[in-house]
């Protein structure tokens, strides 16, 4: 059940049988020379609309800023402060939970928001009585990987991956720009985030040791099927484990 489509009779009947809610958490920033601004949100919000209707739970609407401050030298991204984001996190889950709401699975695309949000589910189990709060990264989830280690291997890169962009084109093909794969492959191990503008003048066209011109809409069905079902096992050991 989508929450943004729900009347609000339709939630309080839904509290009445459980109290989970599922909350996308994504970004709004550059994602390449051929991903669009959206890629972490689109990501989320689809594995997150997908979860629900397996699991016939509530999904609330998709958080679409995160902390994306190092991608601030490319026009279009729009970051937030990590207090902000630790805020509007927290004080989102606590209307839920004023309401009722206690099991609440962040299913995020972002990796610069992943410390805020495994802080931001510290902070609602010290806050919400009997609350059980998980931030997932879909990219960690062991199926996940090693799907994507076998398709890209050192090529799936850091930022603007094959990965994300082949999930992308699975719901948005004509959002990703075509681009050749690389004749020359430089892997980055340890990608260097400083400020802004550093950012920019060390990966200049926004790819961090990724080959983006890998992804496929193939690849993006195998991939978001394999997140999905381990969305679902983490939402039903969220819900159901004693």
């Not at 928001?113 to 998980?134: D, G, M």
């Not at 990264?137 to 930022?159: C, D, K, N, T, Y």
């Not at 950012?199 to 195998?222: C, H, I, K, N, T």
């Amino acid at each position: 059940m989508l929450l943004k489509l729900a009347l609000w009779p339709d939630v309080q009947e839904y509290l009445e049988r459980r109290t989970d809610v599922v909350v996308p958490f994504g970004g709004t920033e550059q994602h390449g020379p051929s991903g669009p601004l959206g890629t972490d949100l689109i990501v989320a919000e689809e594995l997150a609309n997908e979860l629900g209707q397996e699991r016939h739970a509530m999904v609330a609407p998709a958080i679409p800023f995160g902390v994306s401050q190092v991608h601030g030298a490319f026009p279009g991204t729009i970051s937030l402060k990590p207090a902000t984001v630790l805020a509007l996190v927290t004080e989102a889950i606590d209307s839920l939970a004023q309401q009722g709401f206690r099991r609440f699975l962040l299913v995020n695309g972002h990796h610069g928001s992943k410390a805020i949000l495994q802080a931001a589910c510290t902070q609602v189990h010290a806050e919400v009585p009997e609350s059980r709060c998980l931030s997932v990264q879909w990219w960690e989830l062991p199926e996940v990987r090693s799907v994507i280690m076998e398709m890209f291997g050192a090529r799936e890169g850091h930022h603007a991956t094959p990965a994300e962009l082949s999930v992308v084109r699975r719901f948005y093909p004509r959002s990703v720009v075509d681009v050749p794969p690389m004749e020359r492959f430089d892997p980055v191990p340890q990608p260097v985030t400083w400020t802004a503008d550093d950012f920019r003048q060390r990966y200049p066209d926004g790819r961090v040791g990724s080959d983006p011109g890998l992804s496929s809409e193939a690849a993006g069905e195998r991939i978001f099927a394999a997140a999905s079902r381990g969305l679902i096992e983490v939402h039903r050991r969220l819900v159901e484990d004693p």
